[in-house]
Protein backbone atom coordinates (compact mmCIF):
# COMPACT_ATOMS: atom_id res chain seq x y z
CA UNK A 1 0.00 0.00 0.00
CA UNK A 2 1.29 3.12 -0.90
CA UNK A 3 -0.21 5.89 1.35
CA UNK A 4 1.02 8.58 -0.77
CA UNK A 5 -1.86 7.70 -3.48
CA UNK A 6 -4.09 9.63 -1.24
CA UNK A 7 -2.21 12.76 -0.18
CA UNK A 8 -1.22 13.77 3.25
CA UNK A 9 -3.51 16.10 5.58
CA UNK A 10 -1.63 19.90 6.25
CA UNK A 11 -3.86 20.45 8.66
CA UNK A 12 -3.36 18.98 12.23
CA UNK A 13 -5.05 15.65 12.48
CA UNK A 14 -6.01 15.13 16.13
CA UNK A 15 -6.03 11.92 17.75
CA UNK A 16 -7.36 12.40 21.54
CA UNK A 17 -10.37 14.49 22.46
CA UNK A 18 -9.84 17.77 22.00
CA UNK A 19 -11.44 21.55 23.11
CA UNK A 20 -15.45 20.84 22.84
CA UNK A 21 -15.66 17.48 22.04
CA UNK A 22 -13.41 16.85 25.88
CA UNK A 23 -15.70 15.60 28.60
CA UNK A 24 -15.12 18.40 30.60
CA UNK A 25 -16.41 20.82 27.72
CA UNK A 26 -19.51 18.31 27.44
CA UNK A 27 -20.03 17.65 31.08
CA UNK A 28 -24.18 17.25 31.38
CA UNK A 29 -25.07 18.19 28.21
CA UNK A 30 -26.91 14.62 27.25
CA UNK A 31 -28.23 14.74 30.43
CA UNK A 32 -31.58 13.13 30.13
CA UNK A 33 -31.52 11.51 26.64
CA UNK A 34 -31.57 7.23 26.49
CA UNK A 35 -28.64 6.71 24.01
CA UNK A 36 -28.18 3.12 22.51
CA UNK A 37 -24.58 1.79 21.42
CA UNK A 38 -24.41 -1.74 19.17
CA UNK A 39 -21.04 -3.74 19.22
CA UNK A 40 -20.11 -1.83 23.16
CA UNK A 41 -18.59 -4.70 24.54
CA UNK A 42 -15.16 -3.37 23.47
CA UNK A 43 -13.11 -1.42 21.26
CA UNK A 44 -14.50 1.52 19.99
CA UNK A 45 -18.34 0.81 21.06
CA UNK A 46 -17.33 0.60 24.56
CA UNK A 47 -15.55 4.11 24.21
CA UNK A 48 -18.10 5.65 22.38
CA UNK A 49 -20.82 4.27 25.95
CA UNK A 50 -18.62 5.40 28.16
CA UNK A 51 -18.05 8.86 26.60
CA UNK A 52 -22.07 9.09 26.23
CA UNK A 53 -22.48 8.30 29.79
CA UNK A 54 -20.05 11.29 30.47
CA UNK A 55 -21.69 13.16 29.34
CA UNK A 56 -24.66 12.64 31.19
CA UNK A 57 -26.47 10.21 29.02
CA UNK A 58 -27.96 6.80 30.00
CA UNK A 59 -27.09 3.86 28.06
CA UNK A 60 -28.75 1.15 26.87
CA UNK A 61 -25.77 -1.30 25.35
CA UNK A 62 -26.15 -3.68 23.01
CA UNK A 63 -23.47 -6.90 21.89
CA UNK A 64 -23.47 -10.64 21.38
CA UNK A 65 -23.59 -11.75 24.97
CA UNK A 66 -24.70 -9.86 28.59
CA UNK A 67 -21.62 -11.49 29.57
CA UNK A 68 -19.02 -9.71 26.89
CA UNK A 69 -21.04 -6.11 28.38
CA UNK A 70 -19.78 -6.36 32.20
CA UNK A 71 -16.92 -4.02 31.79
CA UNK A 72 -18.77 -1.51 29.07
CA UNK A 73 -21.34 -1.95 31.66
CA UNK A 74 -19.42 -0.96 34.77
CA UNK A 75 -17.58 1.68 33.58
CA UNK A 76 -20.66 3.71 32.27
CA UNK A 77 -22.47 3.01 35.78
CA UNK A 78 -19.26 4.60 37.20
CA UNK A 79 -20.69 7.89 35.45
CA UNK A 80 -24.01 8.00 37.21
CA UNK A 81 -25.85 6.99 34.41
CA UNK A 82 -28.32 4.36 34.62
CA UNK A 83 -27.23 0.98 31.80
CA UNK A 84 -29.07 -1.65 30.59
CA UNK A 85 -26.88 -4.12 28.74
CA UNK A 86 -28.64 -6.63 25.72
CA UNK A 87 -27.81 -9.31 24.11
CA UNK A 88 -28.67 -9.15 20.96
CA UNK A 89 -27.29 -9.65 17.40
CA UNK A 90 -28.15 -6.75 15.59
CA UNK A 91 -28.69 -8.62 12.16
CA UNK A 92 -31.68 -10.16 13.85
CA UNK A 93 -35.02 -7.63 13.19
CA UNK A 94 -37.26 -9.07 15.84
CA UNK A 95 -34.39 -9.07 18.63
CA UNK A 96 -33.62 -5.56 17.80
CA UNK A 97 -37.36 -4.54 17.83
CA UNK A 98 -37.76 -6.60 21.52
CA UNK A 99 -34.34 -4.89 22.84
CA UNK A 100 -35.74 -1.06 21.84
CA UNK A 101 -39.05 -1.73 23.60
CA UNK A 102 -37.18 -2.88 26.51
CA UNK A 103 -35.47 -0.16 26.50
CA UNK A 104 -37.90 2.34 25.77
CA UNK A 105 -40.02 0.79 29.01
CA UNK A 106 -36.89 0.34 31.32
CA UNK A 107 -34.71 3.68 30.61
CA UNK A 108 -37.30 6.08 28.52
CA UNK A 109 -37.59 7.05 25.23
CA UNK A 110 -34.25 6.45 22.80
CA UNK A 111 -33.06 9.83 21.56
CA UNK A 112 -29.56 8.54 20.30
CA UNK A 113 -28.72 5.30 18.47
CA UNK A 114 -25.03 4.73 17.45
CA UNK A 115 -24.54 2.12 15.07
CA UNK A 116 -20.72 0.66 15.81
CA UNK A 117 -21.30 -3.05 15.78
CA UNK A 118 -19.01 -4.11 12.85
CA UNK A 119 -17.14 -7.27 11.57
CA UNK A 120 -14.16 -7.43 9.42
CA UNK A 121 -12.85 -10.58 7.17
CA UNK A 122 -9.70 -10.07 5.17
CA UNK A 123 -9.04 -12.26 2.21
CA UNK A 124 -9.44 -11.79 -1.06
CA UNK A 125 -12.96 -12.41 -2.72
CA UNK A 126 -11.65 -15.17 -4.84
CA UNK A 127 -10.43 -17.03 -2.05
CA UNK A 128 -13.60 -16.26 0.58
CA UNK A 129 -16.48 -18.36 1.65
CA UNK A 130 -19.35 -16.19 0.21
CA UNK A 131 -21.76 -16.67 3.54
CA UNK A 132 -18.66 -15.16 5.46
CA UNK A 133 -17.81 -12.44 3.08
CA UNK A 134 -21.82 -11.51 2.77
CA UNK A 135 -21.92 -11.74 6.79
CA UNK A 136 -19.81 -8.49 6.52
CA UNK A 137 -22.53 -6.62 4.69
CA UNK A 138 -25.44 -8.00 7.11
CA UNK A 139 -23.54 -6.94 10.12
CA UNK A 140 -22.43 -3.51 8.95
CA UNK A 141 -24.81 -2.58 6.53
CA UNK A 142 -28.11 -4.60 6.90
CA UNK A 143 -27.90 -4.05 10.99
CA UNK A 144 -27.91 -0.45 11.30
CA UNK A 145 -30.47 0.21 8.22
CA UNK A 146 -32.19 -2.82 10.90
CA UNK A 147 -32.09 -0.42 13.61
CA UNK A 148 -32.65 3.12 11.79
CA UNK A 149 -36.08 1.32 10.42
CA UNK A 150 -37.20 0.49 13.74
CA UNK A 151 -36.34 3.41 15.36
CA UNK A 152 -37.53 5.94 12.27
CA UNK A 153 -40.95 6.06 13.48
CA UNK A 154 -40.79 6.73 16.73
CA UNK A 155 -38.14 9.72 16.14
CA UNK A 156 -40.82 11.07 13.28
CA UNK A 157 -44.22 10.58 16.28
CA UNK A 158 -41.26 12.86 18.71
CA UNK A 159 -40.69 14.84 15.99
CA UNK A 160 -36.49 14.31 16.90
CA UNK A 161 -33.64 11.61 17.22
CA UNK A 162 -29.87 11.35 16.50
CA UNK A 163 -28.32 8.62 14.45
CA UNK A 164 -24.56 8.35 14.16
CA UNK A 165 -23.12 5.25 12.02
CA UNK A 166 -19.84 4.06 12.24
CA UNK A 167 -18.98 3.64 8.99
CA UNK A 168 -14.69 3.67 7.97
CA UNK A 169 -12.73 5.39 5.83
CA UNK A 170 -12.57 1.96 3.69
CA UNK A 171 -15.59 3.41 2.30
CA UNK A 172 -14.20 5.92 0.21
CA UNK A 173 -11.09 3.82 -1.16
CA UNK A 174 -10.59 0.89 -2.67
CA UNK A 175 -8.81 -1.72 -0.19
CA UNK A 176 -7.89 -4.90 -1.84
CA UNK A 177 -8.88 -8.30 0.54
CA UNK A 178 -11.69 -6.52 2.30
CA UNK A 179 -14.09 -6.49 -0.46
CA UNK A 180 -17.32 -7.07 1.96
CA UNK A 181 -16.44 -4.29 4.35
CA UNK A 182 -15.58 -1.56 2.09
CA UNK A 183 -18.49 -2.14 -0.38
CA UNK A 184 -20.78 -2.34 3.36
CA UNK A 185 -18.91 0.85 4.37
CA UNK A 186 -19.43 2.65 1.58
CA UNK A 187 -23.60 1.47 1.40
CA UNK A 188 -24.04 2.82 4.92
CA UNK A 189 -22.04 6.19 4.22
CA UNK A 190 -24.60 6.71 1.21
CA UNK A 191 -27.33 5.65 3.07
CA UNK A 192 -26.52 8.37 5.93
CA UNK A 193 -26.17 10.98 2.71
CA UNK A 194 -30.01 9.76 1.31
CA UNK A 195 -31.82 9.40 4.39
CA UNK A 196 -30.72 13.18 5.60
CA UNK A 197 -32.34 13.90 2.14
CA UNK A 198 -35.45 12.30 2.78
CA UNK A 199 -35.87 13.85 6.34
CA UNK A 200 -36.46 16.86 4.56
CA UNK A 201 -39.18 15.15 2.57
CA UNK A 202 -39.96 14.48 5.90
CA UNK A 203 -39.93 17.78 7.65
CA UNK A 204 -37.91 16.25 9.54
CA UNK A 205 -34.57 17.89 9.03
CA UNK A 206 -33.09 19.14 11.01
CA UNK A 207 -34.91 17.39 14.12
CA UNK A 208 -33.56 13.77 13.12
CA UNK A 209 -29.88 14.09 12.22
CA UNK A 210 -27.35 11.53 10.74
CA UNK A 211 -24.00 11.02 10.69
CA UNK A 212 -21.18 8.19 8.88
CA UNK A 213 -18.29 8.56 11.00
CA UNK A 214 -14.50 7.50 10.61
CA UNK A 215 -13.32 6.52 13.82
CA UNK A 216 -9.92 7.31 13.08
CA UNK A 217 -7.17 3.99 12.84
CA UNK A 218 -7.74 2.68 16.48
CA UNK A 219 -5.90 -0.97 17.43
CA UNK A 220 -8.69 -2.92 18.80
CA UNK A 221 -10.37 -6.82 18.31
CA UNK A 222 -10.52 -5.53 14.28
CA UNK A 223 -8.18 -2.20 14.04
CA UNK A 224 -4.54 -3.41 13.76
CA UNK A 225 -5.51 -7.20 12.69
CA UNK A 226 -4.01 -8.88 9.43
CA UNK A 227 -4.91 -11.38 7.12
CA UNK A 228 -4.66 -14.73 7.78
CA UNK A 229 -1.30 -17.24 6.93
CA UNK A 230 -3.68 -18.82 4.31
CA UNK A 231 -3.78 -15.27 2.72
CA UNK A 232 -0.35 -14.48 3.79
CA UNK A 233 1.49 -17.43 2.37
CA UNK A 234 -0.74 -17.17 -1.62
CA UNK A 235 0.26 -13.44 -1.73
CA UNK A 236 2.78 -12.55 1.18
CA UNK A 237 2.72 -9.23 3.32
CA UNK A 238 1.02 -7.20 -0.14
CA UNK A 239 -0.10 -4.62 2.62
CA UNK A 240 3.33 -3.99 4.11
CA UNK A 241 1.37 -5.16 8.07
CA UNK A 242 4.40 -3.30 9.69
CA UNK A 243 3.86 -0.02 8.13
CA UNK A 244 0.17 -0.29 8.55
CA UNK A 245 0.06 -1.40 12.13
CA UNK A 246 1.43 2.42 12.63
CA UNK A 247 -1.38 4.15 10.55
CA UNK A 248 -3.74 2.59 14.00
CA UNK A 249 -2.58 5.76 16.54
CA UNK A 250 -5.61 7.26 17.47
CA UNK A 251 -7.41 6.61 20.28
CA UNK A 252 -10.79 4.89 20.93
CA UNK A 253 -12.23 8.07 23.14
CA UNK A 254 -11.38 10.35 20.53
CA UNK A 255 -14.53 8.49 18.53
CA UNK A 256 -16.19 8.45 21.68
CA UNK A 257 -16.30 11.98 22.40
CA UNK A 258 -17.30 13.01 18.70
CA UNK A 259 -20.34 10.96 19.05
CA UNK A 260 -21.41 12.25 22.25
CA UNK A 261 -20.77 15.79 21.12
CA UNK A 262 -23.26 14.76 18.02
CA UNK A 263 -25.49 13.67 20.32
CA UNK A 264 -25.37 16.90 22.15
CA UNK A 265 -26.83 18.67 18.63
CA UNK A 266 -23.66 21.07 18.53
CA UNK A 267 -22.97 19.45 15.34
CA UNK A 268 -26.11 19.30 13.19
CA UNK A 269 -24.84 21.80 10.42
CA UNK A 270 -22.71 18.39 9.73
CA UNK A 271 -25.75 16.45 9.48
CA UNK A 272 -25.85 13.88 6.81
CA UNK A 273 -22.30 14.10 6.19
CA UNK A 274 -19.24 11.77 6.40
CA UNK A 275 -17.11 12.46 8.81
CA UNK A 276 -13.36 11.81 10.13
CA UNK A 277 -12.89 12.31 13.69
CA UNK A 278 -9.73 13.10 12.98
CA UNK A 279 -10.91 16.80 11.37
CA UNK A 280 -11.71 19.33 14.02
CA UNK A 281 -15.51 19.64 14.11
CA UNK A 282 -15.18 23.40 14.54
CA UNK A 283 -13.24 24.00 11.51
CA UNK A 284 -15.91 22.29 9.68
CA UNK A 285 -18.11 24.10 11.14
CA UNK A 286 -16.54 27.57 10.15
CA UNK A 287 -16.76 26.72 6.93
CA UNK A 288 -20.45 26.57 6.89
CA UNK A 289 -23.49 23.71 5.93
CA UNK A 290 -24.09 25.77 2.81
CA UNK A 291 -20.43 25.80 1.27
CA UNK A 292 -19.58 22.08 2.19
CA UNK A 293 -22.68 21.06 0.34
CA UNK A 294 -22.00 22.90 -2.39
CA UNK A 295 -18.46 21.96 -2.86
CA UNK A 296 -19.68 18.12 -2.37
CA UNK A 297 -17.17 18.00 0.65
CA UNK A 298 -17.94 15.25 3.43
CA UNK A 299 -19.86 13.51 0.80
CA UNK A 300 -19.01 10.12 -1.56
CA UNK A 301 -19.00 11.48 -4.64
CA UNK A 302 -17.50 11.02 -8.30
CA UNK A 303 -14.99 13.04 -10.33
CA UNK A 304 -14.99 13.54 -14.19
CA UNK A 305 -13.28 15.11 -16.80
CA UNK A 306 -13.09 18.41 -17.11
CA UNK A 307 -16.65 19.16 -18.91
CA UNK A 308 -18.31 16.54 -18.06
CA UNK A 309 -20.52 16.35 -15.22
CA UNK A 310 -22.62 13.90 -13.42
CA UNK A 311 -26.41 15.18 -14.91
CA UNK A 312 -29.52 13.03 -14.69
N1 LIG B 1 -10.61 -0.01 14.71
C1 LIG B 1 -10.48 0.80 13.67
O1 LIG B 1 -9.39 1.33 13.39
C2 LIG B 1 -11.69 1.12 12.83
C3 LIG B 1 -11.49 1.92 11.68
C4 LIG B 1 -12.60 2.24 10.91
C5 LIG B 1 -13.85 1.82 11.29
N2 LIG B 1 -14.02 1.04 12.40
C6 LIG B 1 -15.38 0.62 12.77
O2 LIG B 1 -15.61 0.86 14.15
C7 LIG B 1 -16.58 -0.07 14.64
C8 LIG B 1 -16.04 -0.73 15.91
O3 LIG B 1 -14.89 -1.47 15.58
P1 LIG B 1 -13.77 -1.93 16.62
O4 LIG B 1 -12.47 -1.62 16.00
O5 LIG B 1 -14.07 -1.42 17.98
O6 LIG B 1 -13.96 -3.52 16.51
P2 LIG B 1 -14.07 -4.68 17.61
O7 LIG B 1 -13.99 -5.94 16.85
O8 LIG B 1 -13.07 -4.44 18.70
O9 LIG B 1 -15.54 -4.49 18.22
C9 LIG B 1 -16.70 -4.75 17.49
C10 LIG B 1 -17.81 -5.16 18.44
O10 LIG B 1 -18.99 -5.43 17.66
C11 LIG B 1 -19.57 -6.62 18.16
N3 LIG B 1 -20.37 -7.30 17.13
C12 LIG B 1 -19.94 -7.91 16.01
N4 LIG B 1 -20.95 -8.49 15.35
C13 LIG B 1 -22.08 -8.23 16.08
C14 LIG B 1 -23.44 -8.56 15.92
N5 LIG B 1 -23.87 -9.28 14.87
N6 LIG B 1 -24.31 -8.11 16.83
C15 LIG B 1 -23.90 -7.40 17.91
N7 LIG B 1 -22.61 -7.05 18.11
C16 LIG B 1 -21.72 -7.47 17.21
C17 LIG B 1 -18.40 -7.47 18.61
O11 LIG B 1 -18.82 -8.49 19.52
C18 LIG B 1 -17.48 -6.43 19.23
O12 LIG B 1 -17.75 -6.24 20.60
C19 LIG B 1 -16.83 -1.06 13.51
O13 LIG B 1 -18.03 -0.69 12.84
C20 LIG B 1 -15.65 -0.86 12.60
O14 LIG B 1 -15.94 -1.20 11.27
C21 LIG B 1 -12.95 0.67 13.17
Redesign the pocket.
Known amino acids: MDPAEFGYSTLEMKHAPYGPITPEALKDSNKGKIAVV ?8 AAIAEALAKSGASVAI ?3 SVE ?1 LAKTKEACEKQGVKVRAHA ?4 NGGRLKEVFDEVEKELGNIDVLVN ?5 DQRPFIMADFNTFWRQIE ?2 FK ?1 PLLTIHTLLPRFRDRGAGCIIN ?5 ATVDVPMTLGYVTS ?1 AALARATHTLQREMVLEKLDPAVHLYAL ?5 L ?5 SGASQDVLDKYGDVRDEKFFMEL ?1 KDG ?1 ELCGQTCAWLATGQGKELRGLYLDCRQDVERLLGVGREKLLKEKKNVLTVNFLEGYANEP
Not at 116 to 120: F, P, T, V
Not at 166 to 170: K, L, P, T
Open positions: TGAAQGIGLDLKCDVTNAGILVNAIASRSKHPGGVTGMGGFP
